[in-house]
């Protein structure tokens, strides 16, 4: 029996679940936890059929994407999707596991309405790849270092779904996810804090987006987390149906203190004697059933399935077209000449969770690192020597993509016109200060507006647009212009009060406020300090 959660989604959120360090004498107990983690693996088809992989998009179509194999009619066959073989060994390449050049399907038995074979086809004698690990490091990760070992991949099938109708006494059962693609990887027990596994599960999860294998979300499903958990060397307890992170860490620090209290009270040898299986109300985590053995799932060769034999040339290939690791490629950005934080760094190199963003990495990357190149060459060509290396993190990184989500317009539209030499152009003018940061904004938002415009004109000139648009930047401004300018701002403010207070020092910041309206006014062109000059010179301070 499957259990069902009653609980409304809000409750995994707002669950009191004991700190574990305000427990007891802790060093007395030693947690000991291992994953096994099963992924999606984001191919076009199912793993041993022809059907669409597309088990989120047709939810309100059950049994949309099934083929007879797929609801496992009798005599149906499976024909392995090489593609699945692929990506399995992008990832296993990715953690320096030993891709088996033979590796072999079995059936593992159980009954379950979403199992109509009865059996799951996944590979326990000879598994896809052995060993391997993956490093957690103190600058990138936020943990201490440790290296969390993995013990195999294997590749499976995914289940269907059981959607309840509690109201209706009804169980109805969607296909749809049957026979999706799955890599389960499993790690030593080499966790002894949730700490790690809270890193852990996130680089993961980034390590999949990267090779592009997998949406890792754990929200829908397509990454889905099982925790072993055990305390002083009694036996472990397997932690399933855990939705999110927040489920995972509560489920695991109640689980502790569950244990630990069953220590204290002497009674480990009875109650901690064999595996068990446990899930996650949102409040406790309660037993489901007792931990199947390998002799209950009646573990079998697939008669139907020939070994997957893979040649050594296969492998390597799929070697060479692997992308630099993300740490690799975040260390590289954090150093010169490139000196981003981290934070910019990481947003350069790893999907966030948002699933409408405007760009991938990889199109963003290239954007920024291509950019900065023509940077560096235009200001060198134009010899006036000094390099503002923020300039390029900060029109790309935080103007330019704020733009985008304003407009939510698309990277790729924006940089077939704007190419990375034509925004290092742009850089320039701010770079040469002919125009204000103010009016840079103004420009770029006028550009990526009016992406389609520019498109029939074929060209984009930045000179003309500033021509047109009257954005030039006024800082040979003749000083009876602005005092002009500046004395009517005084003149029409209504508030006279704060002139005074400017004039006696009591709140001298407020001049920030008449500097913002001379800038309004003039859109701009004008620079802050020309305004502050002014209105000092003005109010006699
Ligand atoms: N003493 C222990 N304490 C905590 N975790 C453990 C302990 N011993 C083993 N584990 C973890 O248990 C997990 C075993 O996973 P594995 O997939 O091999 O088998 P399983 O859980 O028996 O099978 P299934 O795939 O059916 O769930 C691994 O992550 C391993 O690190
Ligand atoms: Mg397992
Ligand atoms: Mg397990």
Redesign the pocket.
Known sequence: MQLQFKLPLKRWYRTAVPNLSEHRPLSKYKL?????IHTQLDTRKKLFSQSTNDPFHSLERPNMHTSYFDIALPGTQPILNYEAVLYAIRLSLAIDAKVNLQSSFDR?HYFYGDQPMGYQITQHYRPFATGGQIKLNTDIDGVDDKNIRV?QLQLEQDTGKSVYKENEGLTLIDLNRSNVPLI?M????DFTDVKQIRAFIKKYQNLVRHLNVSTGDLETGAMRV?V???VN?FA?V?LKNLPNTSSIINAIKFEFHRQVQIIEDGKGPELLLHPETRGWNGEATVKLRS??T?ID?RYMPDPELPVISLSPLAVEGVAKGLPPAPEDVIKKLMAAPYSLSLKDAKLLTIKGNSQDQMYTQPELLQFYVETFRCYLKDVKKSGDGKINYKLPTNWIIHELLGTLNKLQMPLKKVTVIMKPEKFSEFLMLIHRKEISNATGKLLLFHVVENLDLIKDKKTLDFASLIDEYDLGKISQIDDRELEKICQDIIVQIEDKKLIENIVSGKKKNSIKYLIGLGMRLSQGRISPQEFERMFKKLLGI
């Open positions: 000991k936890c291992g994953l096994e593992k013990i389960e499993v790690t030593h027990p099982d072993n958990l055990s060397d472990r397997e931990k199947e390998t799932y």
